[in-house]
């Protein structure tokens, strides 16, 4: 059995994706008044929604535990792995690599575990890469390798209708959720090193989204990409990004997917949310072979 991938729920992969690459999703755990559920098995983007609108219901995230990972990776070796390579949320934004490296460190050499400095498919795309190198028959060594340089490739932007939440839940400070919220300013945000920083301000969400546009499009350089548009509770805002940056990316995009944002995520930034990550292909392309196209 080759080289297994793990990954969590916030990389928000399309179920097909998930099953074409077998790769193994362990879930973050979201509170919403009191009550835990495991994100995307029992707990949904539209859960944390009516959540945070109501805005008196208290919600919150939770890692997944080591004891949660250290079983998962039991498990695949137990069924005959040659190893594991692990691909995580940012360690900037959750304790899940954490989790991740004090299960690993029990099994010696045989687990491997990638911070992938990102969230969404920020993360999926590395999980993604990581998952063709196994199956192309790469060791261990390999298939990190090719989780790692994916990284590198991967670029992540997205627009919240307010910093509020982001500040509520400690992930951006509070000097930056004054400058977001200083005359209904919006903000652009990005993930330089793993950690969420204010990139541009506009003064509309329309103008939101042109930008967003034109970030992807800087990022995509000039050679062919993939693409992914996450949104919460905004399908609308994610129909025209994808539409846009079709035609402004032409030949040059290969894969596109659209999801929902997780509850995990949801809880961070609040409805409205809208994101584009781009996935630059590799200068080999037998090692980053096109998928295909989906929603």
Same mark, same amino acid.
């Given at each position: 059995m080759p080289v297994a991938v793990?990954?969590?729920? !916030?990389a928000y992969l399309p179920p097909e994706l998930v099953r074409e690459h077998r790769?193994?999703?362990v879930p973050l755990t979201v509170v919403l008044a009191g009550v835990e559920g495991l994100e995307g098995v029992e707990t949904f983007p539209a859960d944390a929604t009516r959540a945070l609108r109501a805005r008196r219901v208290s919600v919150s995230t939770s890692r997944a535990s080591p004891e949660q990972f250290s079983r998962t990776y039991r498990e695949l070796l137990a069924a005959g792995a040659e190893g594991v390579v692990s691909v995580h949320l940012s360690a900037g934004l959750s304790g899940t690599v954490e989790a991740a490296e004090l299960a690993a460190a029990d099994l010696g050499d045989r687990v491997s575990v990638v911070d992938s400095r990102s969230c969404g498919m920020g993360l999926g795309f590395p999980a993604i890469a990581a998952a063709r190198a196994a199956a192309?028959?790469?060791?261990?060594?390999g298939v990190r390798a090719a989780a790692a340089a994916a990284v590198g490739? !991967?670029?992540?932007?997205?627009?919240?209708?307010?910093l509020e939440f982001l500040r509520r839940g400690g992930r951006i400070n509070a000097a930056e959720a004054l400058l977001g919220t200083a005359l209904s300013v919006k903000p652009i945000l990005h993930m330089p090193e793993g950690r969420i920083v204010l990139r541009d301000k506009v003064r509309t969400a329309s103008r939101g989204m042109a930008r967003l546009v034109d970030l992807a499009v800087e990022a995509a350089d000039d050679g062919p990409v993939d693409l992914a548009v996450h949104h919460l509770d905004a399908p609308q805002r994610a129909e025209q990004l994808v539409d846009t940056l079709t035609a402004r990316l032409g030949d040059r995009l290969r894969d596109t997917y659209v999801s929902e944002a997780g509850a995990?995520?949801?809880?961070?930034?609040?409805?409205g949310l809208a994101c584009v990550v781009i996935h630059r292909a590799s200068a080999h392309p037998a090692a980053d072979p096109p998928g295909r196209q989906g929603h």
């Open positions: 793990v990954t969590d729920s !916030t790769l193994t999703v192309r028959g790469a060791d261990l060594a490739r !991967t670029s992540i932007h997205f627009y919240v209708d307010t995990a995520v949801a809880v961070h930034v609040g409805p």
